[in-house]
């Protein structure tokens, strides 16, 4: 059973017993307004009641010529994250003996980071000595209970949970940073248990900890494997291992196989005969089949411009559709909207129909393909059919001639690992990551037969729908882990967590 509440938050004198240095009278303390009844036997501290708050070493500053100086390791706010430490990469500072002697952590020392952005102020945990000699920058405050009796972890675990909330209402605000000082921090108000209570919740908080982290575990290896499946499924696609081939049904049906250069060859002669672009017609590049794997039989290696025209926004349309307005009609398509799985209905900029009227180009269809040419380079994604959308900066439009291929099938190939590496076979190697219209138009495909494309792309859709449900599943249960951990928490700094 939880423990009695009393009928209201104490006020006035705390319990002069308990929570004094050497047995010391802890100071008078105010409860904070409109703080909760606590447990039977708990009572409101501030931080610096029962523990001495120190800043760090200041990294370079001036030095008395006659200071004997030595390179130490230090902790960083990097290192000092919420409920743990991370020790991967420790820096060392200039200190003299004093300051080491002064600054040393010791085993159960409670960090706390300055500053950053706001919902880190108060980021923390508990120094267990795991460096011989350690000291720590002045943007990490250390605080060394008074009281041996005291459980760092558990001032630690409050500190990280609901006092978070108190630095986050209490740190000052510049420009780009938060920060909160030592004053601001030793006025932390916490609700004290008697020393046996503090052991037995933090005893308890580790042991549901134990238990939701080894499920957290799981969930993240059950992510990454279905991470690899997806992966694996498009690369089984495209090397013609997923669903039975034409060259294997030719075979056990009787009838005839078309051969991949004669694939090529009437792909090349129907893209001829649909021509009804602007000006002469040109053949496209075709790919150098020296350069890339070999295929099952009935498929052929040939370029995007063979089988899509490839287009981009030009210069005068580009500065139309800069001038996005968040009441305009249409939706804008840019980058972030072609993302590592397909298409993305987020962040949509938008802008006037009367802005674009006449930019009939800029119009893409339904199962257009989408391309990022500058940023996250070889991202692609096919346009759904759900409402007009308009081609913005930084990425590609490819209109796939669905006579000789499926866009779905053209859209897999490119988003599998055999595509996308050699779509950044492509990318040049500059300062930011680009292709040229030139370059993804020369991008090689693998092509099978049309019927065996459809048979493909409903195989791997019928896969994907699965291992979209489990990853639906899985991130519900992530969200779940990280609710139940704020409600062990909230349990515990209550009195209700245990008898």
């Given at each position: 059973m939880p423990r009695s509440k009393t009928a209201?938050?104490?006020?006035?004198?705390?319990?002069?017993?308990?929570?004094?240095?050497?047995?010391?009278v802890v100071p008078e303390f105010e409860s904070p307004e409109g703080a909760r009844q606590l447990a039977e036997g708990w009572r409101w501290v501030t931080l610096k009641d029962i523990a001495q708050i120190v800043g760090g070493v200041t990294k370079g500053q001036k030095r008395r010529p006659k200071d004997v100086v030595r390179q130490v390791p230090y902790l960083r706010v990097a290192n000092v994250q919420r409920g743990y430490l991370d020790l991967r990469e420790m820096k060392e500072i200039e200190s003299s003996?004093?300051?080491?002697?002064?600054?040393?952590l010791q085993p159960g020392d409670i960090l706390f980071n300055e500053g950053g952005d706001r919902d880190k102020l108060g980021r923390g945990w508990v120094w267990n000595g795991e460096l011989p000699v350690c000291v720590h920058q002045n943007h990490v405050f250390r605080a060394r209970l008074k009281n041996s009796e005291d459980q760092p972890k558990f001032i630690s675990f409050y500190g990280n949970s609901e006092g978070q909330r108190y630095f986050m209402e209490q740190g000052k605000q510049t420009t780009n940073l938060a920060s909160i000082n030592l004053t601001k921090l030793g006025a932390l108000p916490?609700?004290?248990?008697?020393?046996?209570?503090?052991?037995?919740?933090?005893?308890?908080?580790e042991k549901q900890f134990t238990r939701l982290d080894a499920g957290v575990a799981a969930l993240r290896r059950a992510q990454a494997n279905l991470k690899r499946y997806r992966a694996a499924v498009l690369k089984a696609a495209c090397e013609g291992r997923l669903v039975p081939t034409e060259a294997e049904l030719a075979r056990a049906e009787g009838r005839p196989l078309e051969s991949g250069p004669q694939l090529l060859a009437r792909i090349l002669t129907e893209r001829r005969q649909k021509w009804q672009g602007r000006g002469k017609y040109k053949e496209p590049n075709l790919t150098d089949t020296n350069k890339v794997d070999p295929l099952p039989k009935g498929w052929c290696?040939?370029?995007?411009?063979?089988?899509?025209?490839?287009?981009?926004?030009?210069?005068?349309?580009?500065?139309?559709?800069?001038?996005?307005?968040?009441?305009?009609?249409?939706?804008?398509?840019?980058?972030?909207?072609?993302g590592l799985?397909?298409?993305?209905?987020?962040?949509f900029s938008r802008v006037k129909r009367s802005t674009v009227a006449e930019l009939t180009r800029s119009q893409i269809k339904p199962r257009d393909l989408l391309m990022v040419f500058v940023g996250n380079v070889g991202n692609v994604a096919m346009v759904p059919d759900d409402q007009q959308y308009f081609l913005g900066p930084n990425i590609a439009m490819m209109r796939v001639q669905s006579i000789i291929a499926n866009p779905a099938y053209l859209e897999m190939f490119l988003r599998?690992?055999?595509?996308?590496?050699?779509?950044?076979?492509?990318?040049?190697?500059?300062?930011q990551p680009s292709l040229s219209m030139g370059t993804i138009r020369m991008i090689p495909v693998a092509l099978p037969p049309l019927a065996e494309q459809n048979r493909i792309v409903a195989e791997v859709e019928r896969r994907l729908s699965v291992v979209e449900e489990l990853e639906v599943v899985v991130t519900a249960n992530l969200q779940r882990a990280t609710r139940l951990r704020q409600s062990i928490l909230q349990k515990a700094f209550s009195g209700e967590l245990i008898s």
């Open positions: 209201a938050a104490p006020k006035g004198r705390n319990n002069p017993t308990q929570g004094g240095a050497l047995n010391q003996e004093s300051e080491i002697k002064a600054l040393s916490i609700p004290l248990p008697p020393p046996d209570d503090q052991r037995r919740i933090v005893a308890e908080i290696w040939l370029s995007i411009e063979t089988v899509a025209f490839v287009t981009k926004l030009a210069g005068f349309e580009y500065t139309k559709f800069v001038k996005y307005d968040p009441n305009g009609d249409l939706a804008v398509v840019k980058a972030e909207n072609a799985h397909g298409f993305k209905r987020t962040n599998s690992p055999v595509g996308r590496s050699l779509t950044m076979s492509f990318v040049k190697a500059v300062a």
